[in-house]
Nanobody, 121 residues
Framework: QVQLVESGGGLVQAGGSLRLSCAAS????????IGWFRQAPGKERELIGR????????YYTDSMKGRFTISKINAKNTAYLQMNSLKPEDTAVYYC??????????????WGRGTQVTVSS
């Protein structure tokens, strides 16, 4: 059974940092690209960025560039989302998802349940 489990969320003050983890099991992690998404209350889910199978290439949406960094360690079956200079508008549930492809049209087969990030002003 494939599982993606996010962790590392919590309450942080504006300007602070958090590192989220996405631990995978039940799949060959190096065969999958990982995407990070978030969904704020009352808003649609949005893509933060994604990382390729080897952890050697990343893509970020324009609004996420500069403050968010995605990494992946296949030997640990874990991907990470480093978030810096957090703002109250970053408050959301953060999800990781796994896809066999890396491009813009990638279909994400497996999803985690999410971890809550709350940024106080």
């Amino acid at each position: 059974q494939v599982q993606l489990v996010e962790s590392g969320g919590g309450l942080v003050q504006a300007g602070g940092s958090l590192r989220l983890s996405c631990a995978a099991s039940g799949l060959t992690f190096s065969n999958y690209c990982i995407g990070w998404f978030r969904q704020a209350p009352g808003k649609e889910r949005e893509l933060i960025g994604r990382i390729n199978w080897y952890g050697s290439s990343t893509y970020y949406t324009d609004s996420m560039k500069g403050r968010f960094t995605i990494s992946k360690i296949n030997a640990k079956n874990t991907a990470y989302l480093q978030m810096n200079s957090l703002k109250p508008e970053d408050t959301a549930v953060y999800y990781c998802a796994a896809s066999r492809s890396f491009g813009e049209s990638a279909a994400y087969t497996y999803w985690g349940r999410g971890t809550q990030v709350t940024v106080s002003s």
